[in-house]
């Protein structure tokens, strides 16, 4: 149960410091933000809690392929202007295009 606690406690605290820094230096937010913190912390906590090297690998294949397809989210708000649509609709748009790319990382996983 500690471990499990302690995990939780570590993930809050990025993401509650890059939430704050969000609003005093949001460029340095973001760069945090896209480092693959969740991947490495993950990786490692799965591993020191399973001790299984196939499952992290095929852990780690499948975070390889939903990297790129994760970033479909940003696509409206890179379109914003063009759109003209409002923060919701965006962000909507953002999390259909998400699951359009949980089916492309199924899809994609089959082949390998």
């Not at 939430?19 to 990786?43: H, R, Y």
């Not at 499952?55 to 940003?74: D, Y």
């Amino acid at each position: 149960m500690l471990p499990s606690v302690l995990k939780t406690i570590l993930a809050a605290a990025i993401i509650s410091f890059t939430s704050w820094l969000s609003d005093k230096k949001p460029d340095l937010a973001g760069f945090i933000v896209a480092l693959p913190l969740t991947t490495l912390l993950t990786l490692l906590f799965s591993y020191a809690e399973y001790h299984d090297s196939a499952a992290s690998v095929r852990f780690a294949r499948s975070i390889f392929f939903a990297v790129p397809l994760s970033l479909l989210f940003f696509v409206p708000f890179l379109l914003a202007n063009r759109l003209h649509i409002g923060f919701w609709g965006l962000y909507a748009a953002g999390i259909a295009l998400l699951v359009f790319g949980y089916f492309a990382h199924k899809f994609i996983l089959n082949m390998f």
